[in-house]
């Protein structure tokens, strides 16, 4: 199967166009798919007598390994994306996952910041940077409550991406797909801040530099965001980068913005992800509510 594996590596990276990262997630499930059908069967497994019940005995095996149901849920996923494309290339006859459920997940309440609370960020960011970082970090904290990007979306972009011109930028989406994205005049103010304390600066330049002046990678950012979380004594059960982009998705719905309109500007395939935040609303139109006082006794 190795070489089914990387033939089909080889499509998804190139004719898919789908990122490094999702291949090396794929190329991962795929091989702790072969470590089982070794461990089962021994090396000499045949591809076509895979069948449904050997990939429902893997997924209740990782779920004997403690995975989740989220975990299991992207494995499966791997696993019919794989076997669609050795049906399709005449590989196999028969998918054995065409029929098979995904594993149900509990819908998490996104995590955001109020209002208060990403404006305490910022002037945390202010107040505990150096000059330098200072700079870039309220540009990386800026662009994600002003445009709600990706963590892997933010880290990609180069300086040529942001134009100063017409208030965009141009972000490299899922699926390798660019959008030409608007930012506000804060958003643009705060990057041309950034870029205004940098030596010569190419076309193509990383946008983001970690302190050795290469791009910046996930991890760094990650990290940067979180400090200054801690620094502006933010306290929730799940805080991360993705907290900020939720945070830029909640403040468009309190503002009234349509929910189409956001779906758009966090490039959402599907309404139902957008339609989260509006359970977020409700709460906070109830808690609006209950702080009434007409005065009766």
């Known amino acids: 199967m190795v070489d089914k594996i990387s033939d089909f590596l080889g499509y998804v990276g190139t004719e898919r166009g789908f990122t490094s990262k999702t291949v090396e997630a794929y190329k991962h499930d795929l091989g702790k798919f072969d470590d089982f059908l070794v461990m089962k ?6 591809l076509a007598d895979i069948d449904a019940g ?44 065409a029929q098979l459920v995904m594993p149900k997940v509990k819908q998490q309440e996104p995590s955001y910041l109020t209002e208060q609370e ?25 662009v994600f409550l002003g445009m709600g990007l990706r963590l892997s979306e933010l880290v990609a972009l180069n300086v040529g991406d942001v134009n100063f011109e017409d208030g965009t930028i141009k972000v490299t989406r899922k699926g390798n797909h660019e959008r030409i994205l608007p930012g506000n005049d804060e958003v643009m103010r705060v990057i041309s801040r950034y870029l205004d304390g940098r030596n010569k600066i190419e076309h193509d330049a990383p946008l983001f530099l970690s302190m050795r002046n290469q791009r910046i990678d996930s991890a760094s950012v990650w990290r940067v965001v979180k400090k200054h979380l801690k620094q502006a004594k933010i306290v929730k059960t799940r805080l991360s980068p993705h907290t900020l982009r939720h945070t830029f998705a ?48």
């Open 250 to 297: 909640t403040t468009l719905l309190k503002q009234g913005e349509n929910i189409l309109t956001i779906k758009e500007l966090m490039s959402h395939r599907n309404l139902r992800t957008t339609e989260r935040y509006l359970h977020i609303n409700n709460d906070d139109l109830k808690a609006a509510v209950g702080r009434i006082d007409m005065g009766v006794k």
């Open 54 to 97: 050997i990939v429902k005995s893997y997924l209740r095996f990782m779920a004997e390994k403690g995975n989740t149901a989220v975990t299991r849920g992207r494995k499966l996923a791997t696993l019919k994306s794989f076997f669609k494309y050795l049906a399709s290339d005449g590989v196999i006859k028969v998918d054995p996952t």
């Open 118 to 142: 990403y404006k305490r960020l910022l002037d945390a960011v202010k107040e505990n940077s150096t000059p330098f970082f200072q700079l870039r970090d309220t540009a990386i904290v800026t």
């Open 41 to 46: 069967q021994g090396h000499g497994y045949n």
